[in-house]
Every structure is written in C-alpha cells, then in structure tokens.
C-alpha cells in the first residue's frame, strides 16, 4: 500500500494545527543544538510528527525521490559539512529502502542517524496487517550498521543523540537508528529542554606517551620512510602534511583518505593504493606509519605493500590495527591527537623542518602515472580533460563506476580531504548523484560536478528531479558505455558470451530535459566544452558522453 493509499485509511495519522513539543520535537532539537541544519527523507503517513517541527528549528528538510538517494545524499552532506547526515524515513519499506545508505556509511566508517516511527508499544511483532507491517525492522537495521534501537520514551531518544556524537567523536564512527514508537513520537512533554542542549564531547584521545616516543625513534631511524593515510586521517590533515614534511616521507592514501594532504604536493602519491607501483614502493621503505586505515582489500586489488621494516598503526579502534596487516607498535588513539604528539616527540628526537634530505619521486611519480593510463586510458583522457577545466575547490561525486575507480581516483587531484565522494568498500551502484546533492547543498559555493558511467546512473536517475527541485547548479557528466562495463569484461575473462550487461540506453538529453534540467551530448573533442557550458548553466545539467566497449 503506497503512503498515498494509507491516507485514506483508517490509519491515517491524526492532524493537528498547534504546535506540539513532543518527541520528535525533542529528537530534533537536540540534532539542531548539535549544528544538524538539513535532514533527508521522505514524508510518509506515520513519520509527519518529525517533520512538524521543522520549520520552527529551521532544519532544512531535503526530499528524495527515493529513500535510497536519501541516505546517499545525507552521506555526501557529512563528507562536506563534517556533521552526521541525518535520515528521516517513515517505518518499514521506507527504513528498509535506506539501508543501503546506511550499509555504505557503516563499510567506510562514517557518521550517519537514522529516524524512523516504529509500532505502537505493544504491538510488536504482532502479524494484524497493519500499514507498513515489518517483522523486526530493529533487528534487519541492527544487523548491518553499528546499533538500531527502539527507544521507549523521548528522553531514551535524545540520550541516544548525545551518546551517537560522543562516538562519533571518540570511537569508530559508524551509523545508528532510532526507532520511536508511534505513541512515543506523539506523545508531549516527557524531557526538559536543559536535556536537548548539546554537551561537551570531550578531548580528543591520544597515544600513550611512551609509544609514542618508540614510535618517532623508529621514524627519526629510518631513511625511506612511507606514511600510509585512511578515512581515519582526515580530520588531522593539516598535522599529517607537517609530519610528511618533517620526515620527508611520501604519503599514499585509500580512496577514504583521498586529499589527506594536497595531492599536487611533492610529497604526494595520490589515491593510488591498487596499482602495482605503488606496492612495490611501499615494500622497499624501511618504516611504514598507517594512520586511520583498514588497508582494505578492496583498496590493495590483491597487492602486498608490507615494508622491509618496522609498521606503526595508528587507530582510533584497536581491534583496526590488528586488520589485514599486524603492526610492529600500535598507537591506539584519534589521529587529530596523536600525529601533533608525534611532530613533538620526533623534534624532541632532533628531527627538525629541513634536517632530512629531500625524496626524489621523479621516477614513482612517472611509474604510477603509466601505470594508471594503461588500466583504461580512454578513462583517464576523459578524467584528464574534465578535470583541466574544473575550479581548483570542486567537489567530485563518484559511483562505482569505471570512470571513477580506474580513473577519478588517479587523476583527480583532490586539494583537500572529502573532495572525491566515493566509497570504494562497499561500492554500491546509485551513490554519486544523490552524495553530489548533499555535497551541493551542504557547501553551495563549491561547485560539484557528478561524474559516473550510465548504468550507476540508471540507478538513481529519479534524483535529476531532486536536484531540479532544490534549483542546484549540478553538471552530471554521464559516460556511456552501453550497460555494465566490468561485468561485461568480468564475463569475457570467464570466456563467457556477454549476458545481461549489453542495455538499451535513453535518449539521455530528451530524459535530463523532462526532469527540467539542461542536457547536451559530448564527445572527446566537445567534453571541455560541454563541462565549462555546464558549469555556467543554472540548475542541473546532464552531458551525455558515448565512449567505445573495449574498456
């Protein structure tokens, strides 16, 4: 039954004219102590006393045309803003179509509330019938994210808040669900507004100060150190490129801590965790410090970057540093506080701005460049041109497509972290519109463009309409390769006949121009063109791109 259906029912949540302070007034105002000034989701029949108070907390409220785009778009809002996304949906197939969303902010460790209305007390589990029935939605959320509850009262709610942001502070982040029970959620009173008011989240934790001392005198010993950077580094980037400095030690980063320092910086070797080159370097330095990373194997494509020397890990989550490769010294503690406690141990060390001498990386430099071309290079020119007319600031929204991750991910430059919006662990068709969206509306004056292949496209093609709604200068730079490039050559590796990937296209100019937004066709030698004419359009812009099938 569609939302639409349940209006006419009997079931059809109560209206009032006054503006109640119940719990979703409680829930909402202590996310707006916090700084929470946008949500995502869709209003349906049992979720409307959250978005009643809204306006009054001038909370911006961002309609999807799908909770999947909702969840999306409030991760590419928290990449941008460094605040939570926040994700209203109505109960059960709205939380449900969310999750994919919230399954993607769990794999890449990022922050993410999840709201929904539950059952009336009393009621769970009960087979009646009833609108929007779920068996367990609790437990389908809790088994595929960091915690899913279903609270009893508003202050059981609002407690919930101020403990996900002290995690998030603290621990590894990793996304939550509130369930409020019908009954809960209307009822008034039950809270003071001293309990809304955002707390003191405390100090940053940091390393043992007798680790930290090994650590930098294993650092100060080495010759051809190497500095590794994940999600985990990011918040401390500006401390990460003075240790680099200091030590004279390039950094290469996952796909997470894509920017963790400038990637035009001598020092930098980019994104590029996957290539061979890049293993081979990692395996010649004489010390290796991993800052905030799983080292993935999603990110290594099947390589071994272990050094022939000593590993550092620094991580927020013990259990982290113990993943995929075992450290020779662990500096559990959050990298904002432990890097600064390693710049002073190291100068204590007499290690001093200078004192090293300068890493020449002409030849790793021209090794991954090859190396990366060879992977795709009609994807590489398209990334190149693309990227030659973009501002310097411009935020890129990615999918997991093959024009980002054999592409975007090389040759995109990225000045500063959470300026690629991806997500290369859980890889999930549908992410990069819907995250450009929520990076567009969190930082209007940064320009964003969407660049991802068509069938990722396809999978969220309804939020063209969102980005005409919120009247967003959004180009979309669609490259076609006829359906599912990787699946196709996954098949041709097996020696099997290409099935199901081959799939009828769109006629994507007329398609973007019903949405309202502005569509025009490119082809390698128009694409600069096209990019820049985008750039200047009001509202969204799709450019169409045909490239060949031998990707």
Request: aromatic content about 4%; hydrophobic content about 40%.
């Amino acid at each position: 039954m569609s939302d639409q259906t349940a209006e006419n029912t009997a079931e059809t949540a109560p209206v009032h004219t006054e503006q109640r302070h119940n719990a979703g007034y409680a829930i909402l105002a202590t996310l707006r102590n916090y700084g929470i000034d946008t949500v995502f989701g869709i209003p349906g029949t049992h979720n409307l006393e959250f978005y009643r108070h809204l306006d009054e907390l001038d909370i911006k409220p961002v309609t999807t045309r799908h909770e999947q785009g909702a969840s999306y778009g409030a991760d590419g809002w928290s990449l941008t803003k460094g605040l939570p996304g926040v994700v209203i949906t109505t109960s059960g197939p709205g939380l449900l179509n969310s999750l994919s969303g919230a399954a993607t902010a769990y794999a890449e460790s990022r922050p993410m509330i999840l709201l929904s209305p539950g059952r009336p007390r009393g009621t769970e589990f009960r087979d009646i019938g009833s609108l929007h029935e779920t068996k367990n939605p609790t437990g389908a959320v809790d088994s595929i994210i960091g915690l899913s509850r279903r609270v009893s009262s508003a202050s059981e709610a609002v407690e919930m808040i101020h403990n996900a942001f002290v995690s998030f502070k603290h621990d590894r982040p990793r996304p939550i669900h509130i369930e409020v029970p019908l009954d809960v959620l209307e009822e008034t009173g039950g809270f003071t507004e001293d309990e809304l008011r955002a707390r003191p989240l405390g100090s940053f934790q940091p390393a043992q100060p007798h680790d930290v001392a090994r650590a930098a005198n294993m650092l100060a010993a080495s010759k051809k150190p190497v500095i590794v950077a994940g999600g985990g580094s990011v918040a401390a980037h500006e401390a990460v490129l003075e240790l680099a400095e200091l030590l004279e030690a390039p950094v290469i980063t996952s796909t997470n801590g894509k920017g963790a320092i400038p990637e035009r910086h001598r020092l930098s070797l980019g994104a590029d965790l996957r290539l061979s080159t890049a293993h081979e370097f990692c395996r010649d330095a004489d010390a290796m410090l991993i800052i905030g990373s799983k080292i993935g194997e999603a990110e290594l494509w099947g390589g071994d970057i272990r050094p022939d020397g000593p590993i550092i890990r620094v991580d927020i989550e013990r259990q982290q540093m113990l993943t995929n490769i075992t450290p020779d010294l662990e500096l559990p503690g959050n990298s904002v506080a432990v890097v600064p406690q390693l710049l002073s141990a190291l100068k204590a060390e007499g290690v001093e701005p200078g004192s090293r001498p300068a890493r020449d990386l002409t030849e790793v430099f021209e090794k991954l460049d090859e190396e990366g071309r060879s992977i795709a290079p009609e994807l590489a020119k398209i990334n190149e041109i693309i990227m030659s007319v973009l501002p310097e600031d411009a935020i890129v929204g990615g999918d997991s497509s093959q024009v980002t991750y054999m592409g975007t991910t090389t040759f995109y430059r990225a000045p500063k972290p959470n300026s690629l919006l991806y997500m290369g662990t859980y890889a999930t068709l549908g992410y990069g519109l819907p995250a450009s969206i929520g990076a567009k509306i969190a930082a209007p004056d940064r320009p964003v463009i969407c660049l991802l292949g068509d069938g990722a496209l396809m999978f969220a093609i309804q939020e063209v309409m969102t980005a005409a709604e919120q009247e967003l200068d959004l180009p979309i730079v669609c490259v076609d390769n006829g359906g599912y490039g990787e699946i196709r050559a996954n098949e041709e590796g097996r020696n099997i006949a290409p099935i199901a990937v081959d799939l009828k296209q769109p006629d994507w100019v007329t398609l973007a121009e019903g949405f309202g937004a502005t569509g025009f066709s490119a082809t390698m030698d128009t694409l600069a063109q096209k990019v820049q004419e985008a750039m200047k359009t009001k509202g969204p812009s799709l450019i169409h791109l045909t490239i060949g099938r031998d990707l």
